[in-house]
């Protein structure tokens, strides 16, 4: 059984940048692809960012590609998530997740294992 904790959200202002954190815990965290997922109030849980085991793969959604950076430091069982130029839209509760797989996912009904979440708020 593998749990996952998220940290480092908060409120931010437009623009700016915050860097979450998911420290896995229970398993081996190599053996699994890992991922970021969000959901805004009213909204279906959406795919941020996915990394393969070893980092090599990533993937983003087309509305954050080139200002979040999903990597993974399989020494401290941690997946990161920088997210740059932050805008109000961003905002939602953000999900770490992982996957018994080498290679990523995009769906959230593959995934095995879910943190209990974290806000993300982006004031205009």
């Known amino acids: 059984q593998v749990q996952l904790v998220e940290s480092g959200g908060g409120l931010v202002q437009a623009g700016g940048s915050l860097r979450l954190s998911c420290a896995a815990s229970?398993?081996?965290?190599?053996?699994?692809?890992m991922g970021w997922f969000r959901q805004a109030p009213g909204k279906e849980r959406e795919v941020v960012a996915a990394?393969?085991?070893?980092?090599?793969?990533?993937l983003y959604a087309d509305s954050v590609e080139g200002r979040f950076t999903i990597s993974r430091d399989n020494a401290k069982n941690t997946v990161y998530l920088q997210m740059n130029s932050l805008k109000p839209e961003d905002t939602a509760v953000y999900y770490c997740?992982?996957?018994?797989?080498?290679?990523?996912?995009?769906?959230?009904?593959?995934?095995?294992?879910w943190g209990q979440g974290i806000q993300v708020t982006v004031s205009s």
């Open positions: 229970g398993g081996t965290f190599t053996s699994y692809a």
């Open positions: 997740a992982a996957v018994r797989s080498y290679g990523i996912r995009r769906n959230d009904n593959e995934y095995d294992y």
């Open positions: 990394i393969s085991w070893r980092g090599v793969n990533t």
